[in-house]
């Protein structure tokens, strides 16, 4: 064993959250999405939630489970996709056809023109937007119904629409002398198919943690500043990058008036950040890094945008999870790389690169923990009702929705250099 090898195996590996130590079932049914979720979370009761686990299923064993489904999937062969993203856990990754973030899964889904079922091993925003490119005759399934995501949920369409009004009545509505509007709305792709409408409604936009800074490009060529959301970290990471003082990405709290800022803070804004976060990656410190570098001299640190603004300055790179991915790839056996990102992404990366040393920069084992709650159990149970002729737990945006979201996102794909579309 190399010194290396010691380090790495000596490191705590507690859990975030103790609820993840409890039997699936249970954690099912726990009331929060894990560390650092709204207060607005929550989730539906047990007893009325459509779409929950039957109790049969929850008393399966894990073979027979995965004898479903691995039957299950071989009956319906083209006529069936499987989605899993990059987070997702490894017992129900392995039946992915295609795995990623995700843009490329929903993308993905539509180089199977045969497929009538796509199953999104993954969270509820990431199935909408599946389901808004699909085809017409494509219906895209969620196997838990629970698995949303804490960060979409710290803006919802209510409180993006006060915000709006409150800045078109403090700024008006009419574009300057150089015809740009007073502020572009742009929303990350980790939100719900009603902001993406909102934006497209707005002349706004969505970005992925791959294109933020094209698409910040793209609104400051339209409009004179930006509401960003729900991420504040990828805004505030990327405007930085591009220039912007802190002192013009003024953060907005939905909670308080004018978002708790002064008119003249909002008058002198380029980029207003909304009040979000994603609660994996807001766990990530310069202290990691700095214990990384010490225990790995020569390590390459790389961290997720959606990281705090002083872990992604002080980590050797940042980029979206293909960019880790990617980085990685490229590397030599041998190296060393420190990650900031969901650990199930991580763990897999290190399986299949033995040849490198790779790990995650939080000691303490934080999956996402919404992701989570796609257990092998729902899988089998919701492709066993597509033998039995009985579509479960379907994701549908409504259709005057998706029209505006769809626009959003193509705004998003035409602002993309060639090539990177
Ligand atoms: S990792 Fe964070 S942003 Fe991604 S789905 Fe989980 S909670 Fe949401």
Request: aromatic content about 6%; glycine content about 8%.
């Amino acid at each position: 064993m190399t010194s290396v090898d010691v380090a790495i195996t000596t490191r705590p590996s507690a859990t975030c959250d103790a609820d993840l130590a409890k039997g699936p079932w249970e954690f099912d049914l726990s009331p929060g999405y894990g560390p650092g979720a709204s207060e607005d979370d929550v989730i539906p009761d047990p007893v009325t939630r459509p779409g929950q686990l039957p109790t049969a299923y929850q008393r399966m064993s894990e073979d027979e489970l995965h004898e479903r489904i691995r039957n299950t999937k071989k009956a319906l062969g083209d006529k069936l996709v499987i989605l899993g993203h990059f987070y997702q856990r490894d017992e129900v990754v392995q039946y992915a056809d295609f795995v990623g973030d995700s843009f490329q899964l929903a993308n993905a889904a539509l180089t199977k023109p045969d497929a009538e079922t796509i199953v999104f091993c993954g969270v509820h925003f990431m199935a909408e937007t599946a389901d808004i490119l699909a085809r017409p005759e494509q219906r895209v399934i969620l196997p838990n119904l629970a698995a949303g995501c804490s960060m979409a949920d710290m803006a919802d369409e209510d409180s993006v629409e006060s915000a709006w009004e409150d800045l078109m009545e403090l700024y008006g509505d009419e574009p300057d002398a150089d015809g740009r509007q007073p502020v572009i709305p742009v929303t990350y792709m980790n939100s719900s198919a009603a902001l993406k409408a909102f934006c497209g409604r707005h002349g706004g936009i969505v970005c992925t943690s791959s294109n933020a800074s094209t698409v910040l490009e793209w609104a400051f060529e339209r409009g004179q500043r930006v509401l960003f959301f729900p991420d504040q970290h990828l805004g505030r990471n990327t405007a930085k990058a591009m220039g912007i003082g802190l002192d013009q990405m003024p953060m907005w709290n939905p909670r308080k008036p004018l978002g708790g800022n002064t008119e003249e803070v909002l008058r002198d804004a380029k980029v207003l950040l909304w009040h979000g976060f994603c609660s994996v990656h807001k766990r990530f410190t310069v202290d990691q890094i700095e214990q990384a570098r010490a225990e790995h001299p020569g390590v390459r640190v790389i961290v997720h945008p959606e990281c705090p603004m002083p872990v992604v300055d002080a980590a050797d790179e940042s980029g979206s999870t293909d960019y880790i991915r990617k980085a990685i790839e490229g590397g030599r056996p041998g190296d060393v790389f420190a990650i900031g990102t969901e650990i199930n992404m991580v763990n897999r990366l290190q399986a299949e690169h033995p040849e490198m040393t790779i790990f995650c920069l939080d000691p303490v084992i934080c999956p996402c923990s919404t992701m989570y709650r796609i257990h092998p159990g729902y899988l089998a149970w919701t492709l066993d009702g597509l033998l039995e002729g009985e579509v479960r737990n379907q994701i549908v945006v409504a259709d005057d929705v998706a029209t505006d979201a769809k626009v959003a996102l193509e705004r998003m794909l035409a602002a993309l250099p060639a090539g990177t579309k």
